[in-house]
């Protein structure tokens, strides 16, 4: 596989490639820019199949990489190296984009690899670059991207009625539609909690978004009921806290 490292640090250009070098297997070169023009030169002339973009550069940020690019050229993956504050991190989470936090940890850089190595879909790249670079500029998250087994959905989060645990899955219903089960565990979307007050978590297997709220039952250990008439506990800590939430709505 062809790697390509654009960054305008050439400390960090050297130190991402000893760390591929002393980390991932079937690596066929490593070609490295120091900005974004040459990046993009570079990567049509290479080919590479993944490209590692610095997305904070003197220039150009790395989410521009869209301007010199039409959509059917677009054949490889990319994953941002940031040192981004947490709303950018977020930013790559809601919309499924592959990041590293540097300092980049040899761990994560492999399974990061790994990953573009087994699987490799074109198809939703744009569209996660597109929901990003949108996401970045107006700082508001109004979608979320969801990783289900033939790619990426993009949901509203103004639709999603209820998230539920199921183990290393999450079960997603959405307003009018059946569930979704995505290959993320409930941990995962509890920056969901973070991007308003629009959801709420009462219990450690369910997050829920409260506009959809319809009832809040005292008896058998207090229970809430959403409007698709999903039936969630609340944990003992969370009531007087929850209750709190709903009196101010």
Known sequence: MKIAIIDDEAKARSLLEHLIKQNCNDIEDIFMADDLKSGVDLIKKEKPRLVFLDIEMPREQG?????????????????????????????????????LLKPIRPKRLKEVVERVQDSFNKNDIQTRLEELKTSLQNQNFDKIGLPVQDGIIFI???????????????????????KLVVSKPLKFFEHLLQSGKTFYRPHRSHI??????????????????????????????????????????
């Not at 645990?165 to 079960?171: Q, R, S, W």
């Not at 003992?236 to 806290?241: G, H, L, N, P």
Request: proline fraction near 2%; aromatic fraction near 14%; charge should be negative.
């Open 156 to 178: 509203p989060l103004k639709e999603i009625i209820h998230l539920e645990a199921d183990g290393m899955y999450t079960n997603v219903y959405q307003n009018e539609c059946d």
């Open 208 to 249: 829920f978004n409260l506009t959809f709220l319809k009832q809040y039952v005292r008896r058998d250990g207090n229970y809430i009921v959403l409007e698709n008439d999903a039936v969630l506990p609340i944990s003992k800590d969370k009531r007087e806290e929850f209750l709190q939430i709903v009196s101010s709505i």
């Open 63 to 99: 989410i521009e990489i869209l301007n010199y690019f039409d959509d059917e050229e677009i054949d490889f993956e990319i994953v941002f190296t940031t040192a981004y504050s947490d709303y950018a991190l977020q930013a790559f989470e809601m919309n499924a984009v592959d990041y």
